[in-house]
């Protein structure tokens, strides 16, 4: 009789690439953290919506897009790195990351099946 098996290859995905940006691929894992994602939407749904002006707002949207590139740790990301990419590309690496992440969180597999 078989012990309890949990399949990792149903629970985990694909991770997010995003291809040749300024050369360098970066790769999201699917497993994204709870807190890393927690931190994520705090920053963009409070701290830009709060921003004086969109000098500040570009800041925040880049020191964001900063933390999500540094979760490929293959690459060393600098904040210099990311001041390099315009406003669009900044905004799809957002919005493709939250994309990613709720696809985790919706996932199915993602809970813990029980015996």
């Known amino acids: 009789m078989a012990g309890k098996i949990v ?3 149903v629970l985990f995905n694909d991770p997010l690439v995003f ?3 300024h050369g360098k691929d970066y790769t999201i894992p699917f497993d994204v953290g709870t807190e890393f994602t927690l931190k994520l939407k705090n920053q963009y749904y409070n701290k830009i919506g709060d921003a004086k002006d969109d000098e500040e707002s570009l ?3 880049q020191n964001i897009v900063l933390e999500i590139l540094k979760l490929d740790t293959n690459q060393q990301t600098k904040l210099s790195d990311v001041k390099k990419f315009g406003a669009k590309t900044l905004a799809i690496i957002f919005h493709e990351t939250m994309k990613h992440i709720n696809t985790i969180e919706q996932n199915p597999n993602s809970n813990t099946p029980e015996s």
């Open 7 to 9: 399949d990792f290859d």
């Open 59 to 61: 800041l925040l949207l």
């Open 19 to 21: 291809k040749n940006l």
